[in-house]
């Protein structure tokens, strides 16, 4: 199951997964006007009981250190990605499982331990 929790407003996410055809293949999402803003957890926790999701089992991917906060605070595993936001060093000073500079690895890595 896919998810989103970001610090977009719900309009600004709609728009974005209708335009890039990404809507059909989320089941769920929080956006920072429903949600405390990231670092806090609240957004994946309720994700998680939406979709009946339990932490061992929930991944978050994330261009921030922000998000990777969240998921540490949300008791989640995370993975890093650095064509986003932050740079690589601020990134794994969040200890993720692993850290990507290409969509390809993080695809590869994700065949391999999902």
């Not at 957890?41 to 990777?68: C, V």
């Given at each position: 199951?896919?998810?989103v929790?970001?610090?977009?407003?719900?309009?600004?996410l709609?728009?974005?997964?209708q335009?890039?055809g990404?809507?059909?293949?989320?089941?769920?999402?929080?956006?920072?006007?429903?949600?405390?803003?990231k670092?806090?957890p609240?957004?994946l926790?309720?994700?998680?009981?939406e979709?009946?999701?339990?932490?061992?089992?929930?991944?978050m991917?994330?261009?921030?250190?922000?998000?990777?906060?969240?998921?540490s605070?949300?008791?989640?595993?995370?993975l890093?990605?650095?064509?986003g936001?932050?740079?690589e060093a601020?990134?794994?000073?969040?200890?993720?499982l692993?850290?990507?500079d290409r969509f390809?690895?993080?695809?590869?890595?994700?065949?391999?331990?999902?």
């Amino acid at each position: 199951m896919l998810a989103v929790a970001t610090g977009k407003g719900r309009n600004g996410l709609n728009k974005s997964l209708q335009r890039s055809g990404l809507a059909q293949y989320m089941q769920a999402s929080r956006c920072v006007d429903e949600c405390f803003s990231k670092p806090h957890p609240q957004m994946l926790h309720e994700l998680m009981d939406e979709l009946g999701a339990m932490p061992d089992r929930t991944l978050m991917i994330g261009d921030t250190s922000y998000d990777l906060q969240m998921a540490s605070n949300a008791g989640v595993a995370s993975l890093a990605v650095t064509y986003g936001a932050h740079p690589e060093a601020e990134l794994k000073k969040h200890r993720p499982l692993a850290c990507f500079d290409r969509f390809g690895a993080l695809n590869s890595w994700l065949v391999e331990h999902a």
